[in-house]
């Protein structure tokens, strides 16, 4: 007794226990992998294969590493003899090698991807959402999902596509909450226990992604879950946490920083540079929204066209080169994505050193239009780069060209500034040194990050915390927050949908978003099917067949034989149908579906002989003993649902969609006077919404 | 169109912009405040009265200041001129003002809460919470409880009574939210809308209470707040930001940080020290299921008892008196709690201090038995402390008990580690330096903090983000999760209750508990009023008339006359009737509220002179022309709600209980095949829940 409800309610907690060991293992293997296979564009480790550029050049002992001087790193040229590193030779080779590469890996992902789980491609979030507001697909959390979406996504990520490992990170989570689930028949064998072990995985995914566990509980909280009960957040919270400090445990990144981007300066801000934050906040909305027009745009066209949609692996190879073969000329796009965002967040030293973006001469203005075009060319390729059949992300490349839209600002103002002061007689209005103690064009990185990644997936608080464990400081949450409001606002205002919604949307799913208000004054019984206004012409012209079969079909309690519900059932599609006490009085007693009755007919056919096809059903209490001469009668009380949900005809829909949301309901039962007048399912639901928010 | 639209959303952003300024500000003013009357009771400033005794001692110039070494800061023997500081007299002098301050602080808080606004007493926490679940008490967060709230707890807490400012500063910050609302209709006039900004004040206000705007928005959604949208949850972040910049702009404390113990060093810990940590949640459970135990025991002697219940003044004075007189020869419990937080989760520093606790000879044993003393004073002063008549919280003292707690254990660790280091042998199984870089009592002392505020309150992910933002680290997420968890687990294993739910118990206030699960297997039938038994035995003996009064009460849509309505509200003391088409079908039309039948009945009576007793009242659509001779109808179908809540009598309970707490319901009517069978209201699900749990 004692041990038994002591195991049930410890089995949650070791469920996502073991979540989170598993999900920070995977995560650190995977970030491992990918920085191997990303550095094997360039070369390999002479004498150690198996180490990443950086490991091989500490082993190696050189005396001074910096970026590219590092014997131990042979470069592919070197291995065809060619060894003069200024030659075109040398150059157009390496660059040969880096696209083949590239093209190689993208290849073999989409190969993968295409031959053993063809849903591990994509981020993976809106198919989660769904999921976790009660859509069941078959295999999307999978463990072949999670095993090719591992493989494939550190050879996508390595291959130097403009996407990023974040999004994927929260759908393997997720497999692998669902696959632990099954060790505890509590949560493997219920779909709504199970969503709160998803929950809590989905949070373990955020943390492991970015290192910050409370940024991923809330992104659970506001993002992904649906239903995000208090208990649900708490075990998440435990979960991330557990995934982080495994992480932390499996070090990928050599530094004993579990957040990605640590800044351990500190970086001050005045209250009129909240001006440029906000114009950064703006920038971010109106991209994000240009960005999920044009990419919706793409892969409706993707999805309609033969060509296009038909031959994945082509397109991924041909996006794969142009990427390749464009981003290795600019040196912000040929790095990777999380080392660009890196230089970008930093400030610069007081040494001068070797990065452009700090050198006050000539190199800046380089630097500058080197940030443009790299901002131009990400923002481009990003549009047709996410939705191709590879595991892939949206979090970083729009962090990436965030970074690089508020460092552009950032010089910006720097230089503005710089030029006011060394005006005559302008010195004196600023008590700080620029660029050391107040206009720091690394935070404006920070905040355009904050601002992009917001318009494009119009998250608030949880962005905001993620944002301000990435960089490990409180000391930003004011301007990242100025921004992202603005972002988020600007963004509402063109549009409302995020990428995550407007992608479910592209898709189909029945996904009742629980944000929006809908103050509609529309009551039940306008949308409810069949509806009132083609009963009232039904009545006009009983002739018309078609609309007849719009007439709400009901099953009575009693009095029906087999063969007309054998019928019913074929001449309509309906999922369920109300059980009434009879036709004339329309009296709700239940509701029934599809599914059981056909299984409880038959099962009835095959192992009860003596039910034929006259034989009566009953839904009803009273079954008359089997009239003599009569067929016997078939009792089907216990498969009915005698809990419907209903409302009343002049219910608001406010009410209604209120219902569905917070109970989680696939269909309701509209009455009057106790009558049943109709259904309303949740495809009725969304359908209402659409055609409400395209007015 | 486009400026109403833009106002109507800007509204809330611009009410909780003022909610935060407003109570940064009025934290501030109370922290400033309560500081320099808390000094009052040792003296006064000689020439500028107006500063408490560090900003004294500061402005005074003194070369070393040391707690008691200052010459500007007058003690109130000198003044009459006693200037021998070691003589009895002048202790014991100095003893009866420290008493006579505390008292007279603490009356003038009583008599102030007792003439003005007896609202302003207690937490508030648990009344905030029965309000934010729909339950409206007059008058609670009104301008007068705010005032005198605020003036109350200033004198409270200086008065050195064993009672925190921070649950206050709740019950504060959702009365700003209250009276801004009312400036912007949208809020001010709809309880639903008002409940919104309550929930974003209720983030600002534990945001200026601890410096933690985060952790003010996961208090308000796992504690607080029943109906948490997300859209709320964005603006309580903003609200609880903006409180917190203008506290830190107001800057009471004189220090730069916005956390309240803000520990600015690295602290290790090794997993071994899980333990000890495990060790501390456990007492933390125990000890904070023992304190509300005692408390509610205590509280409902106070509520019973003519005695103590009507003379809350002198219940006051005692308390006050006696806390003083006792606290007063300990100097972990003479100095205010805040300051003796910080000493205890201070670690020692390498220079040889004043510190007693962090002397390794005779004075660490003294200070060791100060603390125990201290601890068990603490305890037994606070459950007589929370509940009395002026504003008090809880949080603090928690916090000081556990910190006491932890340093405790955290020394006796320390201790065993020295000794077993001295042991010969042994000095090899530590690699670090205990005390500097393992062993840390500082952070024992904070675990214990988090571990003993978690079995008072039972809160969990918003406890460990208030305890890191307290501490402005990450580095204690992990001991502090740990205590926390078990602390959790410990304390639900022993009483499902925290003090705030078990105050709401003790005054009966009609609040659903929105966590736990109740897989009870009864359906609605068993639970509605009339029940089915009862109805039963009514059969049996027609005669019993006091049973048939408990049949359903109905009205039925056409048919009963005004007098016959008047005399069913005279019988009845229902709160509301449903609405059948008659008495023999008893199916459901609507349903009516008694309010609603007064007034309209009332109006009628005034306004219409034809209508008399006799008239018949229609609540349906197709009202007859009046009758030639008979008298005037009257039509009530507006006054009907045409959409009650109803589910069928097979609903299991589960489900009903889901319905009221996730759409806020007040009743729901129970049909079978159509016909109204009786109602379920908060109150019957209330009292199905209690028997439930206590059996």
Not at 126 to 152: A, M, Q
Request: charge should be neutral.
């Amino acid at each position: 007794g004692l041990l038994q409800s002591g195991w049930d309610a410890g089995a949650g907690w070791i469920c996502v226990l073991f979540v989170g060991l598993a999900a920070g293992a995977t995560a650190g293997i995977i970030d491992i992998g990918a920085r191997w296979m990303s550095d094997l564009k360039t070369g390999v480790c002479a004498d150690r294969f198996w180490l990443d550029r950086e490991h091989c050049c500490w082993s190696s002992n050189d005396t001074f590493y910096k970026d590219d001087d590092c014997k131990a790193w042979t470069k592919w040229p070197w291995m065809l003899n060619y060894y003069n590193s200024s030659s075109f030779l040398f150059l157009f080779l390496e660059w040969i090698f880096y696209i083949g590469w590239a093209v190689a890996m993208s290849t073999l992902a989409v190969l993968f991807v295409k031959i053993f789980a063809p849903y591990a491609c994509g981020s993976g979030i809106p198919e989660i959402k769904c999921i976790l507001s009660g859509f069941v697909i078959r295999g999307y959390l999978g463990k072949w999902t999670f095993i090719i979406k591992s493989v494939g996504l550190i050879l996508s990520s390595a291959s130097g596509l403009s996407l990023g490992k974040e999004g994927p990170m929260v759908h393997l989570a997720c497999c692998i909450g669902n696959i632990f689930s099954y060790l505890f028949p509590k949560y493997g064998l219920n779909e709504a226990k199970k969503r709160e072990i998803l929950s809590a995985s989905a949070a373990a995914g955020v943390s492991v992604a970015f290192g910050a566990p409370i940024g991923g509980v809330l992104f659970s909280l506001e993002e992904a879950s649906y239903y995000f009960p208090l208990k649900t957040m708490w075990r998440s919270f435990f979960c991330a946490l557990v995934a982080g400090i495994i992480l932390r445990f499996v070090n990928p990144f050599g530094s004993n920083q579990t957040s990605l981007f640590h800044v351990d300066y500190m970086m001050k801000w005045t209250f009129i540079e909240l001006v440029p934050f906000a114009l950064l906040g703006l920038f971010g909305g109106i991209i994000g929204s240009l960005f999920i027009f044009a990419n919706i745009r793409w892969s409706r066209f993707r999805k309609n066209s033969k060509t296009l949609g038909g031959n994945p692996i082509y397109e991924v190879m041909i996006i794969t080169f142009i990427t390749a073969a464009i981003s290795y000329f600019n040196p912000f796009t040929r790095k990777s994505a999380l080392s660009m965002i890196q230089q970008l967040f930093d400030r610069c030293e007081d040494q001068v050193d070797e990065d452009s973006l700090c050198d006050q001469n000539k190199a800046l203005s380089i630097a500058f239009g080197q940030l443009l075009w790299a901002l131009i060319f990400k923002f481009i390729i990003t549009i047709f780069t996410f939705g191709i059949k590879v595991p892939c992300g949206l979090f970083v490349p729009s962090i990436g060209m965030g970074a690089i839209a508020g460092r552009i600002l950032g010089i910006t103002v720097d230089q503005i500034f710089r030029a006011v002061q060394a005006t005559p007689g302008h010195s004196e209005y600023f008590t700080c040194q620029i660029g050391k103690d107040c206009v720091m064009p690394g935070l404006y990185a920070m905040v355009g990050a904050a601002a992009v990644l917001g318009g494009v997936t119009r998250m608030t608080v949880s962005l905001v915390v993620i944002m301000f464990e990435l960089t490990g400081s409180l000391e930003f949450i004011v301007p990242t927050m100025v921004a992202t409001m603005f972002s988020k606002w600007i963004g509402d205002g063109i549009s409302k949908m995020g990428i995550y919604e407007a992608h479910i949307e592209l898709n189909g799913y029945p996904f009742l978003d629980s944000k929006g208000e809908y103050p509609y004054s529309t009551v039940a019984s306008q949308v409810m099917r069949p509806s009132i206004h083609r009963q009232v012409a039904d009545e006009m012209s009983m002739s018309d067949l078609r609309e007849l079969k719009n007439e709400l079909s009901v099953i009575t309690e009693s009095g029906m034989s087999l063969g007309d519900l054998e019928s019913l059932l074929r001449q309509t599609d309906f999922n369920g149908f109300p059980v009434v006490v009879s036709q004339n009085s329309m009296h709700l007693v239940g509701f029934i579906t599809r599914r059981d009755i056909l299984l409880a007919l038959h099962t009835a056919r095959k192992t009860q002989p003596y039910v034929v096809t006259n034989s009566i059903a009953y839904f009803s209490d009273g079954v008359p003993d089997s009239v003599p001469g009569g067929p016997a009668p078939l009792r089907l009380r216990k498969i009915l649902d005698m809990a419907p949900m209903t409302v009343t005809d002049q219910t608001p829909m406010e009410t209604v969609i209120d219902m569905f949301r917070k109970l989680g309901l696939r269909q309701v039962l509209v009455t009057k006077n106790g009558k049943v007048l109709g259904i309303i399912t949740k495809k009725d639901i969304l359908q209402f919404m659409r055609n409400k928010n395209s007015q």
